[in-house]
């Protein structure tokens, strides 16, 4: 099994940087951690290995989340990872991008924005009926969903109408452009799923270590 790494992190917005050579790359900045280790889980104990992060600062917490915190800060989001080397890690220890290197590779999940109800046009891309032939309400409909007696009923998974976005999404092999441990900040280059001040999870990639 291969090291999983990552940090919790709050996107910050979308903006540009020059290389040397003068090129210009389009990046997202995120601000990501530090984390602390709230909780290490073993196969003895838990039958898995993990560590739980925690991010950001809290305003107020239940007796429950104080009494899991215990000595360690007010924090308001609490994320598991599943890792292969849980003897590395111990409870309260602060996590930065200095685990990240400026050229590698690494995955971004978030939630994607909130789009509402669309129809099948915006939502799965669909062509649209003709504009012609006598057609004048009819144009952003799905057509057909299915016929009467074979099968008699409509396929699970059939792509019609309904509510898009506000799902977990995932930006995989994004390239680590600038890492600035000092302000705690991670530019990588292209998109990064959801809105600003977004809470996303930044990981090593999984397809680059397969490679």
Do not use: W
């Not at 080397?85 to 050229?103: N, S």
């Not at 649209?128 to 006598?134: N, R, S």
């Amino acid at each position: 099994m291969a090291k999983r790494e990552g940090l919790l992190g709050k996107k910050v917005g979308m903006t540009q940087i020059f290389s040397e050579s003068g090129e210009t790359i389009p990046v997202t900045v995120i601000e990501a951690g530090p984390c602390y280790v709230t909780q290490v889980k073993t196969q003895d104990r838990d039958t898995y290995d993990a560590i739980q992060l925690g991010f950001g600062e809290a305003r107020r917490l239940n007796k429950a989340e104080k009494g899991h915190l215990g000595d360690l800060p007010p924090l308001r989001y609490l994320r598991e990872l599943r890792t292969d080397d849980v003897e590395r890690y111990q409870r309260g220890q602060k996590l930065d991008v200095g685990i990240f290197q400026v050229g590698e590779k690494v995955d971004i999940v978030g939630t994607s924005k909130g789009k509402g109800f669309a129809g099948v046009v915006k939502r799965h891309h669909f062509h649209g009926g003709p504009k012609t032939h006598g057609q004048s309400d009819r144009t952003r409909a799905p057509g057909a969903i299915g016929s009467t007696t074979t099968p008699g009923r409509v396929y699970k998974g059939m792509r019609m109408a309904g509510h898009m976005g506000a799902r977990r999404t995932t930006s995989q092999s994004l390239e680590v452009v600038l890492v600035d441990p000092e302000r705690n900040l991670l530019a990588v280059k292209g998109t990064v799923p959801g809105a600003k001040d977004g809470l996303v999870f930044v990981r090593k990639a999984r397809k680059s270590q397969i490679l």
